[in-house]
């Protein structure tokens, strides 16, 4: 018996380390720089507050960009496809050199991109497909064990490969813009020289977060013939119209949801729900990320409970394909219990004291003018719009049940 219980232990082991593997590494440098940033001496203060200071930058750097505050904390970041940076009220206000080098960086990014404009529609593709491969990865890993099919784990290869070189771009877009912001942050004669140094250490900090991250891909890739060989878990059996199974009349019953679930999206697709609010618009993305988390948990139970009652090639694809619809809004559970607990221990420990520049409060937008968010999905890009596609990935296997219930 307890060979039995260590040999399952192993192989799910083994098959939610793999999937996990870059999110623990990433979280094990989210503590390190963390713990740096603390042991590192705040500076003196700047002239001016970082979004001033940006404000002024993008004149002479990239005059097309416009610079938008945020109410949302923690937003700063570069959006192409409105040529727009959005910072936080915390960095706007913000007078230290961290605040300033953020904007730069930002900054750095806007003018990497106006040098390339075929770049604007690159980058974001990049990232958007680094987080759906490695998704498609999860899913296709998890369901290609549990059913010992090689050829699931095939698909789960090439979809760590396609995680892979799309990181790989992100890392240089992001290496590039760090390149470009000390470059902009040394011009400017009001940063002190021993300023700089800390600059270079906050960009470093933050460019190791997405590298970890790429490095767990790269450690996955490395150590496939392992994996594969040991993650295999089950074989399934071929599916049968056995009225008994509870998972078979919870489908019937959760059938409203998904086509209700589906007409939602493609809605959203062909015509997005105007927002003429930042309110609004994040009232908005919260009601999508309930639809997108029940969605998942309802498809896990289902999957679940038919996989002692179903097999075969078209129903392994089904399920893969529903199973990466479940893995975004799961895993950001378990990345947010896996993180509470260390943020919540790095607050304790290294919290510092409220800056006299975090007091301030910056100027208001001007009236009517929409944020980056906003704008985005009033009029979202192609490749946006494509990416919500994943969304209707458990129709598949809805059809599937369907017609094997129905012929």
């Not at 979280?27 to 705040?42: F, G, K, N, S, V």
């Not at 706007?92 to 750095?108: D, P, S, V, Y």
């Not at 009029?379 to 919500?388: D, E, G, Q, T, V």
Request: glycine share 6%.
């Amino acid at each position: 018996m307890f060979d039995w219980i260590y040999e399952l232990a192993t192989h799910w082991g083994v098959v939610f380390g793999a999937v996990a593997l870059p999110f623990l590494i990433s979280a094990a440098a989210l503590t390190l720089t963390q713990y740096r940033q603390h042991r590192r001496e705040r500076g003196a203060l700047l002239p001016a507050s970082a979004g001033d200071w940006l404000s002024k930058q993008v004149k002479r750097y990239a005059p097309s960009v416009e610079v938008q505050l945020h109410s949302q904390e923690g937003l700063d970041a570069y959006f192409p496809g409105v040529d727009a940076i959005g910072l936080s009220q915390r960095t706007w206000n913000g007078r230290h050199i961290e605040q300033w080098t953020i904007a730069a960086h930002e900054l750095g990014h806007a003018v990497n991109i106006g040098r390339s404009p075929e770049m604007a529609s690159l980058l974001p593709i990049a990232r958007l497909a680094t987080d759906a491969a490695w998704r498609g990865f999860a899913a296709a890993f998890l369901v290609g064990a549990l059913f010992g099919s090689s050829w699931v784990l095939g698909i789960a290869w090439t979809f760590a490969l396609c995680a892979v070189l799309a990181g790989a771009v992100v890392l240089a877009d992001e290496a590039s813009a760090s390149i470009k912001a000390m470059e902009i942050l040394r011009e400017e004669r009001a940063v002190p020289a021993d300023e700089l140094g800390r600059a270079f250490a906050d960009m470093r900090d933050a460019f190791s977060l997405y590298a970890a991250i790429w490095v767990g891909q790269v450690l996955v890739l490395i150590w496939w013939p392992v994996l594969q060989s040991t993650a295999v878990i089950g074989t399934g059996v071929e599916m049968t119209q056995d009225w008994s199974i509870p998972a078979l009349w919870l489908f019937f019953v959760l059938m409203p949801f998904f086509l209700l679930r589906a007409a939602h999206v493609v809605t959203q697709i062909w015509s997005p729900e105007p927002v003429g609010s930042e309110f609004r618009l994040f009232t908005v993305m919260q009601r999508e990320a309930q639809w997108e988390f029940f969605t998942g948990f309802f498809i896990l139970v289902i999957v679940a409970g038919l996989y002692d009652h179903a097999s075969g090639p078209v129903f392994v694809l089904s399920v893969t394909l529903a199973a990466m619809t479940a893995i975004g809004p799961l895993s950001a559970v378990g990345r947010a219990l896996v993180l509470f607990p260390i943020l919540l221990t790095l607050r304790k420990y290294t919290q510092r004291e409220q800056a006299d520049d975090e007091a301030l409060f910056p100027e208001t937008r001007p009236e009517g003018a929409a944020p980056a968010l906003m704008a985005l999905y009033n009029n979202p890009p192609w490749y946006l719009r494509l990416s919500w596609v994943t969304n209707l990935a458990y129709l598949p296997l809805v059809i599937v049940l369907v017609a094997q219930i129905a012929f």
